[in-house]
Nanobody, 113 residues
Framework: QVRLVESGGGLVQAGGSLRLSCATS???????MAWYRQAPGKQRELVAT???????AYLDSVKGRFTVYKDNAENTVYLQMSSLEPTDTAVYYC????????WGQGTQVTVSS
């Protein structure tokens, strides 16, 4: 059974940075993963995708500020977030590019102005 555990969120001032981690278990090989977020009262949206060939794609509003990558030694996918804005406030989740796995608990990111 695949298990996803997100961590690294917190409260940060606008312009600050955070690095989110997505620890996976139950996957023999990670080929593609994605980060999503859900702000209060809004639908969950796809923020960034990572693929094994090191290609990545981003939501337009986070391009140039967020970077998704994977540690080669670990089954962990990261989301480095910089120049954070209050509109980035949300619960962040990881899952497959097609979200076929059971959702984790997510990690709360709150950006104050």
């Amino acid at each position: 059974q695949v298990r996803l555990v997100e961590s690294g969120g917190g409260l940060v001032q606008a312009g600050g940075s955070l690095r989110l981690s997505c620890a996976t278990s139950g996957l023999s090989r990670i080929n593609r993963m994605a980060w999503y977020r859900q702000a209060p009262g809004k639908q969950r949206e796809l923020v960034a995708t990572w693929t094994r060939d090191s290609s990545a794609a981003y939501l337009d509003s986070v391009k140039g500020r967020f970077t998704v990558y994977k540690d080669n030694a670990e089954n962990t996918v990261y989301l480095q977030m910089s120049s954070l804005e209050p509109t980035d406030t949300a619960v962040y989740y990881c899952n497959g590019v097609l979200p076929i796995y059971q959702w984790g608990q997510g990690t709360q990111v709150t950006v104050s102005s």
